[in-house]
């Protein structure tokens, strides 16, 4: 059993910056993915971003460049730097990870752009 739970989220201005947090605890050894989604009103959930456990990165076309997710892997630790915010960028964000054939989900945090 994995716990997600996220924190970071908040209301900023069109051009700012925020920054989540997610970190993983339960019973286990290694994540090998970790990522997150975001899913805005009406909307269906999208990948954001996503990192392996040896660094490789992946990254939605329209937040490429303003975005950059990183890890700690001794913390199980997943991190979303967001620059350059726009009010397209509103939605609920969601950390997510695959572990040994389940796929687990945070809570979700609310990032709000004003225009």
């Known amino acids: 059993q994995v716990q997600l739970v996220e924190s970071g989220g908040g209301l900023v201005q069109s051009g700012g910056s925020l920054r989540l947090s997610c970190a993983a605890s339960g019973n286990i050894f290694r994540l090998s993915l970790m990522g997150w989604y975001r899913q805005a009103p009406g909307k269906e959930r999208e990948l954001v971003a996503s990192?392996?456990?040896?660094?490789?990165?992946n990254y939605a076309d329209s937040v490429k460049a303003r975005f950059t997710i990183s890890r700690d892997n001794a913390k199980n630790t997943v991190y979303l730097e967001m620059n350059s915010l726009k009010p397209e960028d509103t939605a609920v964000y969601y950390c997510h990870t695959p572990y040994l054939g389940r796929l687990y989900w945070g809570q979700g945090t609310q990032v709000t752009v004003s225009s």
């Open positions: 990192i392996t456990s040896g660094g490789s990165t």
